[in-house]
């Protein structure tokens, strides 16, 4: 298993990228074409990696998340998506280098999505 010093250094950070798994995704679930996000009928009918949805082919979840702290194998993090519990496939220190250089865009659909994800209100 890992020790704590697989984490050294990690809270010079000020976030990471998680990889985990959507282990709870039941297989008949699983989409590989398109769909309306969240069955939504207002928005566009797209692909499954055209958004970010639990019911990926591959199951692999990412999130950027604010460092909290390191406590011996523990990391303590802000802003995850995902589940309690989730297994964990990968940590990585976030790198302006790695960021996009150009402004991004999304549709206009993807922003509504968005708008009170991380409030916790629908």
């Known amino acids: 298993g890992l020790t704590a010093e697989a984490l050294t250094g ?3 950070f000020s976030h990471v990228e998680v990889l985990f ?3 709870q995704v039941p297989a008949s679930k699983i989409v590989t ?3 309306h996000p969240r069955n939504n009928v207002a928005w566009p009918s797209v692909g499954i ?3 970010r949805g639990k019911n990926r082919p591959n199951r692999i979840g990412s999130t950027i998340c604010r460092v909290l702290a390191v406590e011996g194998t523990t990391l303590r993090v802000a802003e995850l998506d ?3 519990g989730t297994p964990v496939i990968d940590i990585k220190p976030v790198l302006q280098e790695f960021l996009p250089r150009q402004a991004t865009t999304q549709p206009a659909w993807a922003t509504e999505l968005m708008a009170n994800y991380w409030s ?3």
């Open 10 to 12: 990690l809270d010079a």
């Open 21 to 23: 798994v959507f282990d």
């Open 33 to 35: 074409g398109a769909r």
């Open 49 to 51: 990696f055209a958004q």
């Open 82 to 84: 995902a589940i309690d």
């Open 120 to 122: 916790g209100t629908p």
